[in-house]
C-alpha cells in the first residue's frame, strides 16, 4: 500500500468501502462489515483467520448459560445469566502460497479493499498480497449470509498468480471454540466464555464435512457443515478430514501464470434446544444438499433481488450530505441485517454483529427498531412481536415470583428468562413492558393484522395492563401511581412516576380495553371482564403525571427537579461515560441524564404536552443530557426537529447515524448500536419528516434542516405506499400502491389519491436557544 492512498472509509453512496490496510482498525471493521440475516450473524473477518480482532460468529437464541454471582443475594434475584456464543467459524479459508501462509503482517499488501455492498448484500474483498519471499498473488473473495436460505452463509474466493505458475494450498475450516481473548472492567462487554462447545460428532466426506456440539449448561444443541466446489477440479488434490473442533477441507493445486483457483464454499447451520444431534446433522446436510444445486449465482441473484424490494419500500434520499447518505444506507443495511429473519427470535442490541452486552436483546428492538420495520418491512416487526408472545410464560412467572399480576418481560435477555442481575437498572425498568404494548399497538394500526391481533396482540396488550394495575395504586386523592421504578435515564432509579412509564402505561391501559371492547371473544378467553376493564380506564384516567409549576417543566419524576445539579464544570471529557467513572448513588441523586427519557415521551406521547410544554421541556433536558447511551441522540433529533430546532435536529441525526463509522461511543468493536441505527431513519421520518401515527390518522410535520435541500422517504402505511418527498419550500405526497388515505400535513387534513399532493411548508415559529451540558453538544456538522 503506498503511504499517499487514502485510508479507511470511502463515501459512496450505495456501499461501504474501506482501502488499505491498517490492522488497528480490524476489530471495527469486523463490526461494520458484519453480515447477518437476522438467523446467523457473521463479523468481518479475514478468510485466513489471522490477523483478527474478535472473529465471530453467532445463531439467534444460541447461547451459553452462566451463573450470575452476587455479593449480597435477594429475593428474585435472577440466577442465571446468558451470553451469545461464538460458534463454529466457517468463514476461514487459508492459504499456502509456495509454502508461505498468507498473513497480512507479513509480506506486502501491494494493494486491499473491502466493500460491503448494500445493493448486492455481500461482503467483497480484494487483496494482492507479496509474500516474504517475493511471491505475488491476488485473492477476491466475495461472501454473503443469505436472505433467502436463512441456514446459509456462501464464500466465492479466488487465487491468481500475479507473477508466474505458482503451488498454492488452500486450507477451508470449519472451526469450533477459538480462543478469543478479553479482558475489561467494562460491564457493556460480553462475559468470556472458554470452550462453550462440547463436541458431538464429527464427519467427512468427498468435498463435505459436519460438526456438531452443545452447549455445557444450557444444553443447546448446534450442527454446522461446509461443502465446497472447486475450478478447475481436475488439477486439484483434495482431502477432507473432521474431528473434534476442526473439519478440514485440504486442497493442493499447482496453477499456471494466467490460471485462477476458485473455490466456493457453503456452510449451513442449525441449531435447537429440542432436536437431537443427529437430527441437526441431517438439518445442515440437506441445506447444503440444496445450496450446492442453487449454486452460488442463484443466491447472490436472490440475494440482490431480496435487497432491492427492500429498497424499494425503506430508502431514505437525502440530497446535500453525502456521507450522511452513505450513513443512513448503511444504517438501513444493518437493521434489516439484524431484523430480517429472526423469525420469532430476539434482535439483540448489537443485532448478530458481535457480542456486546452479552448478545441480549433490550426494550432498543420494540421503541427503536420495531418502527422502522413496522412501516418498511412489517413481517419482520410481527415475528420479532412474535418473539415476545413465545415468552409470555416466562413473563408470567416473573410476575408471579415478584408478586406481580399480567406479564412481567425481562430488561435483558435472549431467551425470555431476566438476565439482568442489577435491579436498579434491571427489572425495575418496567416501562419494557409498556414498550412492548405500543409497538404492538403500533403494529395493530400500521397493518391492520386481524390474525395477529387475535392470536397473539391482544393478549400482549392485557397481560401487561395487568401488571401495571398491580404495580401502581391509586392514592388517598384518586390519582394513579407507579412508584419505585427506574425509566429510560438509567443515571436516575426506583424513582417514583416517572413520566415516560407512566404515559406509556396510560396508553397500554387504553389499548387493552380498547382492543378487548373491539374483539369481545378474544377478551372472553384472556378472562378480561367489564369490571377489569373499567379499572383499566380508571387507572389511565387518573394517571399521576407531576408538573413543576414553578419551573414550567415536567420533572422526568417526581421530585427530580429537586435534586442538586451535577458539576458539568467540574467534569472532564476524559470521565465520560460518567457509568465508568462516578458512582450509580451520585448519579442517581443528582439532575442528570444519561438519555433522553422526559424527551421520549414527548415524541411517543405527543398528545400530552402543549406545544409550549415540549419547547420549555426540551430546553430544560437539553441542558442535563449527556447522551451516554447511544439511544439518545435520534430521540434528540426528533423532538429537536418538533421545537424547530432544525440545525440542532440535524446534528443528531448525524450523531446517530455515525455512531458506529465514527465509533463516537469507543465500542464499536464489540457489535453495532442497532437501535441507534435505527433511531437515524427515525430523526428522518419522525424528525424532519414528523410522522406521528396517532392510530385513528397519521400526520406529517416536514421540514429540512438548513444544509439538506430534499429529504424523501417511503411508508407502508394501512396496506398503502406512501412516499413523502420534502423540498425547502413544500413537500409532495404519493400514493405509490393501494386505495387513497386521509393524512395530516402540518396540521391540514387532506386526502391523498393517485394524484400527488404537493403542500407548503409554514415558517418555522420563532424559538430560543438551547444549549447542552459543557463539552457534551454534538459535533455540528455545519462546520465539518
Ligand atoms: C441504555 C439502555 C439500552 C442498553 C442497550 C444502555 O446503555 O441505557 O437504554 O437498552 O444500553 O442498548
Redesign the pocket.
Known amino acids: 500500500m503506498s503511504e499517499d492512498e487514502e485510508k479507511g472509509y470511502e463515501i459512496a453512496p450505495w456501499r461501504l468501502r474501506w482501502r488499505g490496510l491498517d490492522l488497528h482498525e480490524l476489530h471495527r471493521t469486523e463490526s461494520t462489515f458484519a453480515l447477518s440475516n437476522g438467523h446467523i450473524g457473521m463479523r468481518g473477518t479475514f478468510e485466513e483467520g489471522e490477523p483478527r480482532g474478535l472473529p465471530g460468529t453467532y445463531l439467534n437464541g444460541f447461547y451459553e448459560r452462566r451463573p450470575l454471582p452476587y455479593a449480597e443475594a435477594g429475593y428474585g434475584y435472577p440466577e442465571d445469566g446468558q451470553t451469545v456464543v461464538n460458534v463454529t467459524d466457517g468463514s476461514i479459508i487459508r492459504l499456502l502460497v509456495d509454502d508461505e501462509p498468507l498473513d497480512m503482517r507479513y509480506g506486502t499488501a501491494l494493494f486491499h479493499e473491502r466493500t460491503l455492498d448494500f445493493r448486492a448484500g455481500t461482503l467483497r474483498r480484494v487483496t494482492e498480497w507479496e509474500s516474504p519471499t517475493g511471491r505475488r498473488v491476488r485473492i477476491t473473495s466475495e461472501r454473503l449470509v443469505s436472505f433467502t436460505s436463512r441456514a446459509l452463509v456462501a464464500i466465492r474466493y479466488e487465487v491468481e498468480p500475479l507473477d508466474g505458475e505458482v503451488e498454492l494450498v488452500v486450507q477451508s475450516d470449519l472451526l469450533a471454540n477459538e480462543p478469543i481473548e478479553s479482558a475489561t472492567k467494562d460491564p457493556?462487554v460480553a462475559a468470556a466464555l472458554d470452550d462453550p462447545l462440547v463436541a458431538d460428532a464429527a464427519s467427512a466426506s468427498d468435498m463435505r464435512a459436519t460438526l456438531a456440539h452443545h452447549t455445557r449448561s444450557s444444553g443447546l444443541r448446534m450442527a454446522a457443515a461446509m461443502d465446497h466446489q472447486v475450478e478447475p477440479l481436475e488439477a486439484a488434490q483434495c482431502r477432507i478430514q473432521a474431528e473434534g473442533d476442526l473439519a478440514r477441507l485440504t486442497i493442493a493445486v499447482d496453477l499456471p501464470a494466467d490460471g485462477k483457483l476458485r473455490l466456493t464454499k457453503y456452510v449451513a447451520y442449525g441449531w435447537s434446544a429440542q432436536r437431537s444431534s443427529p437430527a441437526l446433522q441431517a438439518q445442515v446436510d440437506a441445506a447444503l444438499a440444496q445450496a450446492v444445486e442453487t449454486g452460488w449465482d442463484t443466491l447472490a441473484h436472490r440475494q440482490r433481488e431480496f435487497l432491492d424490494h427492500f429498497w424499494s419500500v425503506a430508502d431514505v434520499e437525502i440530497d446535500g450530505d453525502t456521507e450522511l447518505q452513505q450513513a443512513i444506507r448503511f444504517a438501513l443495511f444493518h437493521v434489516i441485517q439484524a431484523g430480517a429473519r429472526g423469525e420469532t427470535r430476539a434482535i439483540p442490541?448489537?443485532g448478530l454483529t458481535g457480542p456486546g452486552?452479552d448478545g441480549?436483546a433490550?426494550?432498543?428492538t420494540e421503541m427503536f427498531v420495531l418502527p422502522l420495520l413496522t412501516y418498511t418491512l412489517p413481517d419482520a416487526a410481527r415475528d420479532a412481536l412474535m418473539w415476545r408472545y413465545r415468552t409470555l410464560d416466562k413473563a408470567r412467572a416473573r410476575a408471579r415470583q415478584l408478586g406481580q399480576a399480567g406479564a412481567m418481560f425481562p430488561?435483558?435477555s435472549i431467551n425470555g428468562d431476566e438476565c439482568s442481575g442489577y435491579w436498579p437498572?434491571g427489572t425495575a425498568?418496567f416501562h419494557v413492558n409498556a414498550d412492548v404494548a405500543n409497538a404492538t399497538a403500533r403494529y395493530l394500526a400500521a397493518t391492520d393484522d386481524e390474525q395477529f391481533a387475535e392470536e397473539c396482540g391482544i393478549e400482549l396488550l392485557v397481560e401487561t395492563a395487568r401488571l401495571w394495575i398491580s404495580l401502581g395504586h391509586h392514592d388517598a386523592h384518586g390519582e394513579f401511581r407507579i412508584d419505585g421504578v427506574t425509566g429510560?435515564?438509567?443515571y436516575s432509579a426506583i424513582t417514583d412516576n416517572n413520566v415516560y412509564t407512566n404515559l406509556m402505561a396510560q396508553q397500554n391501559l387504553i389499548e387493552a380495553a380498547r382492543y378487548c371492547e373491539r374483539y369481545p371473544a378474544v377478551a372472553r378467553y384472556l378472562d378480561v371482564t367489564e369490571e377489569e376493564a373499567a379499572r383499566w380506564r380508571a387507572a389511565a384516567e387518573h394517571m399521576r403525571i407531576p408538573y413543576d409549576e414553578a419551573l414550567g417543566v415536567h420533572p422526568q419524576s417526581d421530585g427530580f427537579t429537586h435534586h442538586a445539579e451535577w458539576d458539568f464544570a467540574g467534569t472532564p471529557a476524559e470521565n465520560y461515560p460518567l457509568?465508568l467513572h462516578y458512582p450509580y448513588f451520585d448519579l442517581y441523586r443528582k439532575q442528570l441524564v444519561?438519555?433522553a427519557d422526559l424527551v421520549l415521551a414527548m415524541y411517543v406521547r405527543g398528545d400530552a404536552f402543549s406545544y409550549e410544554q415540549k419547547a420549555a421541556n426540551f430546553a430544560y433536558y437539553e441542558a442535563l443530557t449527556v447522551r451516554?447511551?447511544?439511544?439518545s441522540a435520534c430521540v434528540q433529533a426528533v423532538m429537536a426537529a418538533e421545537v424547530g430546532h432544525m440545525e440542532l435536529a440535524y446534528d443528531y441525526l448525524a450523531e446517530a447515524a455515525l455512531t458506529d463509522l465514527h465509533d463516537l461511543h469507543d465500542n464499536v468493536r464489540n457489535g453495532l448500536?442497532?437501535?441507534s441505527l435505527a433511531g437515524a431513519w427515525m430523526a428522518c421520518v419522525a424528525g424532519f419528516g414528523g410522522m406521528r401515527d396517532c392510530g385513528d390518522r397519521v400526520e406529517f410535520a416536514p421540514r429540512l434542516p438548513p444544509r439538506l435541500t430534499r429529504i424523501s422517504f417511503n411508508l407502508r402505511l394501512r396496506g398503502r405506499e406512501v412516499r413523502v418527498d420534502i423540498g425547502k419550500e413544500e413537500a409532495t405526497y404519493h400514493l405509490r400502491s393501494g386505495a387513497p388515505m386521509r393524512l395530516v400535513h402540518h396540521g391540514t387534513d387532506f386526502k391523498l389519491g393517485a394524484a400527488p399532493e404537493r403542500m407548503p411548508i409554514p415558517d418555522l415559529p420563532p424559538i430560543s436557544p438551547v444549549r447542552q451540558p459543557p463539552g457534551r453538544a454534538p459535533i455540528a456538522r455545519s462546520e465539518l
Do not use: G, N, T, V
Request: aromatic share 16%; proline share 4%; no cysteine.
Open positions: 457493556r442490541a448489537k452486552y441480549h433490550f426494550w432498543d430488561w435483558r437498572a425498568a429510560p435515564d438509567e457509568l444519561k438519555q451516554d447511551s447511544s439511544l448500536h442497532i437501535a
